[in-house]
């Protein structure tokens, strides 16, 4: 016969469904970088305490090392949009809990402007001693405002 494991912690901690990463992943798609911070370009980490009630929900946050320049408001905000699991003990305790999270603040990398491709078509004509050149430019883009143009030249 096998005896059956006893939990040895009273009182249950939180957790974050999905783990560390599944955390990471909703503060990197929530972040809204704070145009104050982009136009100063402010980059850094922010260190918020928060509390957790017996139900998972954030109720109180505290920047305890912060950068600024509205990133500390972001940082909050994000940290109360978080909602943990509260695993059930074997007591109805309502315990709140304290944790602390690092939100990285990274300028987003900027991405070359792409001038709008062009197809050419060249023909070349030799007619009695004359040279005609005749070329087509068609934007590749497909916007109605573009027209494809013509040009030709005789030498």
Not at 13 to 32: C, Q, S, V, W
Not at 84 to 93: D, T
Not at 135 to 152: D, L, Q, R
């Amino acid at each position: 016969m096998s005896k059956e494991k006893k939990d040895n912690h009273f009182i249950k901690k939180p957790y974050y469904e999905g783990g560390i990463t599944a955390l990471r992943k909703f503060i990197k798609e929530n972040l809204k970088y704070p145009k104050e911070a982009l136009e100063k370009k402010v980059e850094g980490t922010v260190l918020v305490k928060y509390d957790i009630d017996y139900t998972g929900k954030v109720t109180d946050t505290k920047v305890l090392k912060g950068i600024g320049s509205g990133c500390n408001k972001e940082a909050k905000r994000l940290v109360k949009l978080l909602k943990y699991e509260v695993p059930k003990g074997p007591r109805k305790l309502r315990v709140s809990f304290h944790k602390e999270t690092k939100i990285n603040f990274r300028l987003p990398k900027e991405k070359p402007v792409k001038k709008p491709e062009t197809k050419k078509a060249i023909k070349v004509k030799s007619n009695q001693g004359k040279l005609s050149i005749k070329y087509t430019i068609t934007p590749k883009s497909g916007k109605a405002k573009e027209v494809k143009k013509s040009y030709n030249y005789t030498i």
